[in-house]
């Protein structure tokens, strides 16, 4: 089992950046790959950045430029840095654990970004 811990949600003006965390515990051996999803009221929730074991990253086009995924393998943390923030960057964003390559079964409770005009 793996457990996830966002944080770092908050709202911001648009133009601003914020940083988000997650914390992972348990069984981090299994961990093939992290990602931060999002989602927005009414709409599906969709990948927005992810890092996988060996470091390699990937982001949804529209955040590439602005947003920047990281990990702390010390920390067992992960972090989204996320900048030039607009309005449709306001979402829930939920940390997501891929353990053994079988998909994102691990969820963390989600943090709320609020982004204002």
């Known amino acids: 089992q793996v457990q996830l811990v966002e944080s770092g949600g908050g709202l911001v003006q648009a133009g601003g950046s914020l940083r988000l965390s997650c914390a992972a515990s348990?069984?981090?051996?299994?961990?093939?790959?992290m990602g931060w999803y999002r989602q927005a009221p009414g709409k599906q929730r969709e990948l927005v950045a992810a890092?996988?074991?060996?470091?390699?990253?990937n982001y949804a086009d529209s955040v590439k430029g602005r947003f920047t995924i990281s990990r702390d393998n010390a920390k067992n943390t992960v972090y989204l840095q996320m900048n030039s923030l607009n309005t449709e960057d306001t979402s829930v964003y939920f940390c997501?654990?891929?353990?053994w390559g079988f998909g994102y079964h691990y969820w963390g409770q989600g943090t709320q970004v609020i982004v204002s005009s």
């Open positions: 997501a654990a891929d353990a």
């Open positions: 348990g069984s981090i051996f299994s961990i093939n790959a």
């Open positions: 890092i996988t074991r060996n470091g390699s990253t």
